[in-house]
């Protein structure tokens, strides 16, 4: 993990890799459904709004706000898939870490990601 500034807040790097055995188009589309559905039911009673990602190549960026009761911070980062391997490049907000974890979200990320390459 690495911290860095960005304007007045400080977030944190994550990055998480996920193996696969199912090619990089099939791994790019079931990565896209992925988010279609995390997007429409979040975990945990949260929102998400203002979802944004774009494909170039292989390699996606995005950005979604996410809030739940009176909290809201914004989650961004790269998912870059290989033949092989999913690369999630995400900034950890502070508000996230604080209440959540580095380590509960990487786990969530991962179990996830997992089920859907599988």
Known sequence: MR?????AVEVNAMRIEQPHTIGQ???IGRVDRFLDRLIQDPPGGATIR??????????????FAIARGFFATTFSGTMEVADDRVIVDADLPPLVKSFIGEERVRQVIAEHLGNVLK
């Open 50 to 63: 203002e979802p944004r990602r774009e494909w170039d190549g292989n390699r996606m960026t995005f950005s």
């Open 3 to 7: 911290a860095r500034e960005t304007g």
């Open 25 to 27: 188009q099939a791994a």
